[in-house]
């Protein structure tokens, strides 16, 4: 009987996947129910607040920072469980980690979506319109928005691709546990007022894009700052729409086609609405799988048992 049961919780090396990934799940469950009924006790909520000045995206980075700060202590923990570093989950502090984030804001984040809206505006259904803030409001609310986003691409990488993600391959191998992620991730997205259907497929390509910079860089580091850098560019940098809202303080005033079938154009959500997102981040994906052939370095993650002895990418 005993033997049994230590078969039900234990394979040959530790604790299945399955349960370390069920105590992970809990604590997020645990901590998310709780500010649940925080937010209930304090009043309705939705959007973006409107509160004056910069205070909104100090509030909304804290907002950001907070959670992620949780979700890395959780890590930690299941890490003392593992015998493993928390580094190991997709964020290790190394040399070239920063180097690799500013390679994703740049090349993966920004400029994908600047590329994005010069064919929406070569199909004129975008056009950039003018400058929206001067002088030093351009430099207080750029850093300002960049710290938000800076703590969003932490928050929902981390979250989605770090333990939960590293666990999941454990047990099912990794583009299973990929595929699997990318559509939770989706469905999180899903919560966003004004998010479509096409939007929702759309955020699920990123997330696979997502998957295959952490397989084949073995961390987390480009897909934080991709995420990060399109992040920024769609709300301050460019000032369009991000799931139908928009920020204060962004740089242009922008104006999208009321007449082009928001299909197209992204209609009221914006950019991320547009079938030209979804094109771009599946072929952001392709791209990136045959730029980076080989593995800079050994995936961080553990493989199954299965997968260990081939390394297959």
Partial sequence: MGSRMRTIFYNERRLRAGWRLLIFAGMIWLVYMA?????RRGGPSGGI???AGYSLPVLLALGEMIPFLIVLLFSWIMSRIEHRAVGDYGLPLRRQAWGRFWSGYLFWGFVPLSILLLTMRALHVFSFGELAIRGQQILVWGVL????????GFLEEFLFRGYALHTLADGIGF???AILMATVFARAHMGNGGETKLGIVATAFFALFAAATLRRTGDLWLAVGA?????????????VPDSGLKTP???????LSTT????????????????????????MFVVFLLVYRKKQ?????????????????
């Fill in 35 to 39: 500010a649940q009924t925080v937010t």
């Fill in 49 to 51: 607040p409107t509160y």
């Fill in 260 to 283: 082009a079938p928001a299909w197209l154009s992204g209609g009221s959500v914006g950019p991320e609405g547009s079938v030209l997102t979804l094109i771009l981040w599946a072929a």
């Fill in 249 to 255: 303080g962004h740089l242009l005033n922008p104006q």
């Fill in 297 to 313: 370095k050994p995936a961080l993650f553990m493989t199954t048992a299965a997968e260990a002895p081939a390394q297959r990418a």
């Fill in 145 to 152: 928005w960049l710290f938000v986003f800076l703590m969003v």
């Fill in 227 to 239: 995420h990060s850098g399109w992040d920024w560019a769609q709300s301050f940098f460019y000032g």
């Fill in 175 to 177: 583009w299973p546990a």
